[in-house]
């Protein structure tokens, strides 16, 4: 293991596309931080990832909280450095009418979704900087479509998305990339959560999206800075053979 050891910072890698992610990573020869709420499923994923990272670094905490953001950056740094930033933790918020909604319902999604992601950014910025480092967005086609029932959740993906378009124009010239990812539907937890009672086995598992990432991390990150992509579009060149 030598200081060039890339090292990566993954949200929500307990389970899902975030633990699927961690996976091509550790793959890859990076070392990890990973995040995540509960401790014992954030744990057994590190176990697992700890196959083939040279090493994995769990931090359970609310990705509100600013002494968990400051874990983790606290973890990389310990690590050695930031070369990339997965901002993947979400929360899902109740689907239904907005007619039904009041204030409430948007207060806790977009702390989790567009607060979270940004302030963890600021805080990796210094890091990602020495390493010509790379943000990872993950957004959702319900940025996009007006799907009746998804708006609240929608209009934190599209505000993350602005967000997150604006940070790659901010940081033009400071050795920092951002992008975005719209990982299409996926058979996770979430989804079986919008979805309840409904079999969504015809999904495919977040693992359809490895051809994807490792396409993106071959990438300088400099030649995709403010992309969006689509990592099950049909005719994508991660699919093309090489
Ligand atoms: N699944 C889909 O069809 C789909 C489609 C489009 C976009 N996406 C996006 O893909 C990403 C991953 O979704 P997924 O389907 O893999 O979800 P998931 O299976 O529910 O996994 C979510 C992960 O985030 C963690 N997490 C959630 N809230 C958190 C918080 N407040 N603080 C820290 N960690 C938190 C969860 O662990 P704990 O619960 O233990 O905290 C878990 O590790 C999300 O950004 C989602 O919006 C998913």
Do not use: C
Request: proline share 7%; net charge neutral.
């Amino acid at each position: 293991m030598t200081d060039s050891t890339p090292i990566a910072l993954v949200t929500g890698a307990s389970r899902g596309l975030g633990l699927v992610i961690a996976g091509v990573l550790a793959r890859r020869g990076y070392r990890l931080v990973i995040g995540g709420r509960d401790r014992e499923t954030l744990d057994k994923a590190a176990g697992v990832l700890s196959l083939h990272a040279p090493d994995v670094r769990p931090v359970a905490g609310d990705i509100t909280e600013a002494p968990v953001r400051a874990s983790l950056i606290g973890a990389a740094r310990q690590l050695g450095g930031l070369n990339v930033l997965v901002n993947n933790a979400s929360a899902l918020g109740a689907i239904g009418p907005l007619l039904t909604f009041d204030v409430p319902s948007f207060s806790r999604i977009f702390p989790v979704n567009v607060g979270a992601p940004m302030v963890l950014t600021q805080l990796a910025v210094p890091l990602l900087a020495e390493r010509r480092g790379l943000v990872v967005n993950i957004t959702s086609d319900a940025a996009i479509a007006a799907y009746p029932g998804w708006g609240p959740y929608g209009a934190t993906k599209t505000a993350l998305e602005l967000l997150t378009r604006t940070l790659s124009a901010e940081l033009a010239g400071q050795g920092v990339s951002a992008v975005l990812v719209d990982p299409g539907d996926l058979r996770t937890r979430m989804h079986q959560e919008a979805f309840p009672g409904v079999d969504i086995s015809d999904r495919p598992l977040p693992e359809v999206t490895v051809p994807f990432w490792n396409w993106l991390f071959d990438r300088d990150p400099e030649t995709i800075r403010g992309q969006r992509f689509a990592a099950q579009q049909e005719d994508a060149r991660w699919l093309q053979p090489a």
